[in-house]
C-alpha cells in the first residue's frame, strides 16, 4: 500500500505542528527581545541564523533516515528535541531580563536545539512522503503538507498572540508550554502506526553522500537553480526578523498585535499558495517560471509599500500591507516547490534526493543569511537615522533583491509548459 489521501494529511499535522512551535520562536520571542528587553536586533537575528544553520544537515538527516529506515523514530525524536528548545527558547528570553548573560546561554542552547529537531523531524517526514506516496500524488501531497504547514503557522500566531497580552513572563511561558506539549502529542498521535501500514522501504543510496553531493553540483541546471533558490529565499526571509520590531518600534504595535500580525502574514501566504495551486495546478494557467517572477515583482512592490507607510507612523494601514506581501511571497514559495519537483528528476538517474537536499540546504543557508542580514543592517541604520527610515531601507533592499530573483528567473527556469504538466500535478479526490 501507499499512503491514502487520509494519511497524507495526518503526516500535513506533523508539519503544522513543526511551524506551530518555529513561529513563535522566529517572530514573538524576537520581537520580545528587540522592543521589551531593548536588545540589538542582530541578537535574535544571530540565534535564528544559528537554527538555520545547523539545518545545512538537512540532506545527511535524509541520508540517514534513507539507509536506516524507521523513519517514525526520526520524526518523533525531532519533535521531542524541537519542543524542548521551543520551551527553553522561552526560558531563555524570561531569564535574559534579569541576567543577560545566562539567558544568552540558555538561548544558544536552544535555537541550536530547535535546528537539530526540525532538520532530523522535518527532513524524515519529507523522507517518509516522497517514499511511501505513489508518484502521480507527490506534487499534491508536498502542497498539502505545506500548507497545513502555513496554516499552523499562521493559526498560531494568531491565537498565542491573544493570550500573551498584557505580556507577563509567566503567560509567555504558559503559552509556549501549550503549543510545544500540544505539538508532540500531535505529532505522535498523527504517525502512530501509519508507517507500518504502508509500502515505505528505502531503495538505498548507489553512490556514498559526499560523491552524490559533487555529481549533483557538477550539473549545470542543478547549480544554477541552487543559486536561484539562494537568491530569491534570501529576499524571503530578510523581513523575518524585522518586521515586527517595525510594527513595535513605529507604529505602536503592542506584542500581542504583532504576533497577530505575523499570523496575518501568513495567513496571506496561505491565501497565495492556494490560489496558485488551483489556478496553477489544478486549471494549468500560467507556467511555474510566470508563478514565480508574478511572486517576485508582487512581493517587490509590497515591500515597498510598507517601507512608504513608516513615514506615516501609528494608524498607517499595515495590516493590508503585510497580507499581501504573504499573499505573494506564498505564490512565489508555491511555485518555487513546483519548480524544484519538476527539476528534482532531470539529470543523473537515482539522485532525486541529493538534489532536493541541495536545495533545502540552500533555502536553510539562504534563511539564517537573509535574517541576520535584515537584522544587522536595520540596527546599522538606525544608528544614523530615525527607525522608520532605518526599517525602510531594509525593507526597500529587500525589494531589489526579489527584482533581481525575478530576472534570475527567466533565466534559469524554463517557459512554455503549464504548471500541471511540468509537475505531473493531481488534486486531491482524483
Known amino acids: 500500500m501507499t499512503l491514502s489521501w487520509l494519511q497524507i494529511m495526518r503526516l500535513g499535522l506533523v508539519q503544522m505542528a513543526l511551524g506551530a512551535i518555529v513561529v513563535l520562536t522566529t517572530s514573538t520571542l524576537n520581537r520580545l527581545m528587540v522592543v521589551e528587553l531593548a536588545l540589538p536586533a542582530v541578537l535574535p537575528g544571530a540565534l535564528v541564523a544559528l537554527h538555520y544553520g545547523i539545518q545545512i544537515t538537512r540532506p545527511q538527516w535524509g541520508y540517514r533516515s534513507d539507509t536506516g529506515g524507521k523513519r517514525t523514530r526520526w520524526i518523533i525524536g525531532g519533535m521531542a528535541i524541537l519542543a524542548l528548545g521551543g520551551l527553553s527558547a522561552a526560558w531563555g528570553v524570561v531569564v535574559m531580563a534579569d541576567q543577560p548573560m545566562l539567558g544568552l546561554i540558555i538561548s544558544v542552547l536552544a535555537y541550536a536545539a530547535i535546528g537539530m529537531g526540525v532538520g532530523a523531524s522535518g527532513t524524515s517526514l519529507l523522507a517518509l512522503l516522497a517514499t511511501a506516496t505513489a508518484p502521480r500524488r507527490r506534487p499534491a501531497a508536498a502542497t498539502i503538507t505545506w500548507l497545513m504547514m502555513i496554516f499552523g503557522i499562521a493559526m498560531t500566531a494568531g491565537v498565542s498572540g491573544q493570550f500573551i497580552d498584557p505580556y507577563t513572563p509567566a503567560r509567555l511561558m504558559a503559552v509556549v508550554a501549550v503549543v510545544t506539549s500540544g505539538a508532540l502529542a500531535l505529532t505522535c498521535l498523527a504517525v502512530w502506526k501509519l508507517e507500518a501500514r504502508v509500502v515505505a522501504q528505502p531503495e538505498g543510496p548507489s553512490a556514498p553522500f559526499l560523491q552524490g553531493l559533487r555529481e549533483i553540483w557538477a550539473e549545470p541546471k542543478a547549480r544554477m537553480f541552487t543559486l536561484f533558490v539562494f537568491l530569491s529565499m534570501t529576499a524571503y526571509f530578510m523581513q523575518e526578523l524585522i518586521l515586527e520590531p517595525y510594527a513595535g518600534l513605529v507604529f505602536g504595535f503592542t506584542p500581542g498585535q504583532s504576533t497577530t500580525l505575523s499570523g496575518a502574514q501568513n495567513g496571506g ?46 494608524g498607517a494601514p499595515l495590516l493590508p500591507a503585510v497580507v499581501g506581501l504573504g499573499f505573494f511571497n506564498g505564490m512565489f514559495a508555491v511555485a518555487a ?16 534526493g541529493t538534489r532536493m537536499g541541495l536545495w533545502g540546504a540552500a533555502q536553510a543557508i539562504a534563511a539564517g543569511f537573509g535574517g541576520l542580514a535584515g537584522a544587522g543592517l536595520a540596527d546599522l541604520a538606525r544608528l544614523v537615522t530615525n527607525d522608520a527610515s532605518a526599517f525602510g531601507a531594509v525593507f526597500t533592499f529587500e525589494a531589489l533583491l526579489y527584482l533581481a530573483a525575478a530576472l534570475m528567473a527567466l533565466r534559469v527556469m524554463e517557459g512554455g509548459v503549464s504548471m500541471s504538466r511540468q509537475t505531473g500535478a493531481t488534486v486531491p479526490g482524483e
Open 337 to 352: 516547490i513546483g519548480s524544484m519537483m519538476a527539476l528534482a528528476g532531470e539529470g543523473r538517474h537515482a539522485r532525486e
Open 269 to 314: 501566504v496561505f491565501l497565495g499558495m492556494v490560489v496558485v495551486g488551483v489556478a496553477g495546478t489544478a486549471l494549468g494557467l500560467l507556467t511555474l517560471r510566470a508563478w514565480v517572477i508574478i511572486g517576485c515583482i508582487g512581493s517587490a512592490g509590497a515591500l515597498i509599500g510598507i517601507s512608504a507607510l513608516g513615514h506615516i507612523g501609528p
